[in-house]
């Protein structure tokens, strides 16, 4: 029988406890698949408006002539463009972190069933525990190695989200400092620098703000 060490001996189970458990679990499958949907949504929606900003920002200029009225009315369409990029990644970013809530609330339905039935205990590959260990598990499938919790923020959603945006940024940064020189060196360096810390900031915010498992007390801890 597995440790199932949160308590010294397991609750008392009613004749009803699989249908509610299992009602419970299928409300949080929904309620990721509708997280996960948004998600994708949002990304969409904030990519097409980029790109139909890029599309209008190059008719003007080229209808314009590059002129300094063009500058201008670009970069208030990339301002426009960040700010839907800023919003987008920070409601990325939280349901990035209520979709792993909801991993974590799994875990411990999951826990329950091994006390209803200790027998299914190897045919689980997710975890029945809501420590940090048991999410990881559960999150990837597989025991979580470092080199993959290390890289694992470089590769979603978010990052790539904010990633766009610190270009953005970049971008309406060069812009602005165009209207007062026109030295390469000076808009390589100031496009360069926007991009830098706007993606450092941003990065910084995901790593913190994602993580369900930092100031949470787990019910069911992995067992030694």
Same mark, same amino acid.
């Given at each position: ?11 008392? =189970?009613?004749? #009803? ?53 063009? @500058? ?51 045919? =689980? ?27 694992? #923020? ?18 309406? @940064? ?5 209207? @007062? ?13 926007? =991009? ?6 941003? =990065? ?21």
């Amino acid at each position: 029988m597995p440790d199932t060490s949160a308590h010294d001996e397991d609750p008392s =189970f009613g004749p #009803h406890a699989a249908a509610i458990l299992s009602t419970e679990h299928w409300s949080l499958l929904g309620t990721r698949s509708v997280l996960l949907a948004e998600a994708q949504q949002r990304t969409t929606v904030f990519l097409t408006v980029l790109s139909a900003a890029m599309v209008a920002a190059a008719l003007l200029a080229d209808a314009t002539g590059f002129s300094d009225r063009a @500058a201008t009315l670009t970069v208030v369409l990339l301002a426009v463009v960040l700010f839907l990029g800023l919003t987008t990644y920070q409601r990325l970013i939280q349901i990035n972190r209520d979709e792993k809530l909801t991993v974590v609330a799994m875990n411990r339905l999951r826990n329950a069933y091994l006390r209803l039935e200790p027998g299914v205990r190897p045919f =689980f590959t997710a975890s029945p525990y809501d420590d940090r260990a048991g999410f990881e598990t559960s999150y990837s499938l597989a025991p979580p190695t470092g080199a993959t919790l290390k890289s694992y #923020h470089l590769i979603t959603t978010p990052t790539v989200v904010g990633t766009i945006d610190a270009a953005v940024a970049a971008a309406i @940064a060069v812009l602005l400092v165009a209207r @007062a020189t026109t030295a390469p060196v000076v808009l390589a360096i100031a496009g360069v620098a926007s =991009f830098a810390l706007v993606w450092t900031w941003l =990065f910084a915010i995901q790593r913190r703000a994602t993580d369900p498992i930092t100031h949470a007390r787990p019910q069911f801890p992995s067992p030694p």
